[in-house]
Structure formats: C-alpha cells, structure tokens
T-cell receptor, first 118, second 111 residues
Framework: DVKVTQSSRYLVKRTGEKVFLECVQDMDHENMFWYRQDPGLGLRLIYFSYDVKMKEKGDIPEGYSVSREKKERFSLILESASTNQTSMYLC????WGTGTNQRLYEQYFGPGTRLTVT | TQLLEQSPQFLSIQEGENLTVYCNSS?????LQWYRQEPGEGPVLLVT?????EVKKLKRLTFQFGDARKDSSLHITAAQPGDTGLYLCANTYSSASKIIFGSGTRLSIRP
C-alpha cells in the first residue's frame, strides 16, 4: 500500500512565524502535491513537483514556497504565517503512467495537517 | 478552465436507503476518479473510470462513466453509517499530472 505521511496532524502557530510542513511518501512516486482545503472552497492546489528540485505553482501559491531535495520528501513553507492561512493542508503523491495506464494521475493523500494561525 | 460540478452538495439519508450522486463537466474527461474523505482524514481513492459507458462496482458502490465522458455517477445501495463522508470526483488537468477536484457531496447516513 502507498503510504503518505505528514509531520503533524495539528499545528498552532503565531502570526509572522515561519512554518514548515513536511510530507514523505514511500512508493517512489515522481509527483508530489500540496493542497489546502477550506469549507465551501474545496481542494485547492498550492504547489506541485514532478521531480527532485523541480516545482510548479498551482492555483494559490502566494504566501507559500516549497522544497523537494529528495524524491520521497516534499516540504511546504509558510514564510510568514497569517491568519488567512489557517486551513487543512493535504499532501499527495502520484506516479506517471505509460500509454493508457489508468493509474496515471491517481493521487494518494496523507492524513492532513490542521494548521491554526493565531 | 475545466470545472467539475457535483450534486447534490449535501445529502442525509436513512441507513438502508439507496442514493446516487453526480459529477458533471462541460468538457470531456480523459479519466475520472472518485475519492472518499472521512472527517479529519485525507481523501482515499475509490476508483478510476476511463472508458465511456464504463461501469465499475466496489461492493455496494457502483460507478458509471457517461457515454460521452462528460459525466459520472456514484450509486450506493443499502447505505450504511460507514459510508458517511465527503465524496469527491476528480479529473486530469491539461497535459500535466495535476488533477482538479469537484467541490464534493457531503453524505450523512443516519442509523
């Protein structure tokens, strides 16, 4: 089974603090993703990475950065946390398929980190 | 931008009843996934459908992909409290490995 783990289930930080959220996957997946999930807004993609040291902006990258130094690890960084970044943060990984391989794009999620910024 | 619409947004039914939830798009899906998310957890992949008209069954869950590959449905037979959760459909997004998610159907099963 694919396992995606996140460093914390719950986190409380103060406004202005630098926050690190860590994600590790054990299936040698090429692609990793960070989402935030808010009531009424669904899942929104922050950043994703398709290879080590590669990253691409998602739909809402402002206020966030990412780091992928190793294939299995993808970190989300809040440079200066603000109250509007209070949310559920979800990490996911996926592999590339080949041809008509339907496993392409299937995402495997971690349990989430509920971050509260006060 | 592709948009996935899910309906209904909320559904509360009695244990033992049947239900159907829907996922629709104005664009053709390349493939479509269904996920279930329980409170406080991440989404878990249930199924992927690829071929127009395809039907897949997972115990009491039946997934159908529309012939034109622009819609999908999830039917649950004899719902149980363990079926409670947020059901999300998702589709591939342009040429990248990103996918987009619908806003979900929040299902509650009353004992």
């Amino acid at each position: 089974d694919v396992k995606v783990t996140q460093s914390s289930r719950y986190l409380v930080k103060r406004t202005g603090e630098k926050v690190f959220l860590e994600c590790v996957q054990d299936m040698d997946h090429e692609n990793m993703f960070w989402y935030r999930q808010d009531p009424g807004l669904g899942l929104r993609l922050i950043y994703f990475s398709y290879d080590v040291k590669m990253k691409e902006k998602g739909d809402i990258p402002e206020g966030y950065s990412v780091s992928r130094e190793k294939k299995e690890r993808f970190s989300l960084i809040l440079e200066s946390a603000s109250t509007n970044q209070t949310s559920m943060y979800l990490c996911a990984s996926s592999t590339w398929g080949t041809g008509t391989n339907q496993r392409l794009y299937e995402q495997y999620f971690g349990p989430g980190t509920r971050l509260t910024v006060t | 931008t592709q948009l996935l619409e899910q309906s209904p947004q909320f559904l509360s039914i009695q244990e033992g009843e049947n239900l159907t939830v829907y996922c629709n798009s104005s664009s053709v899906f390349s493939s479509l996934q269904w996920y279930r998310q329980e409170p406080g957890e991440g989404p878990v992949l249930l199924v992927t459908v690829v071929t127009g008209g395809e039907v897949k069954k997972l115990k009491r869950l039946t997934f159908q992909f529309g012939d034109a590959r622009k819609d999908s449905s999830l039917h649950i037979t004899a719902a149980q409290p363990g079926d409670t959760g947020l059901y999300l459909c998702a589709n591939t997004y342009s040429s990248a490995s990103k996918i987009i998610f619908g806003s979900g159907t929040r299902l509650s099963i009353r004992p």
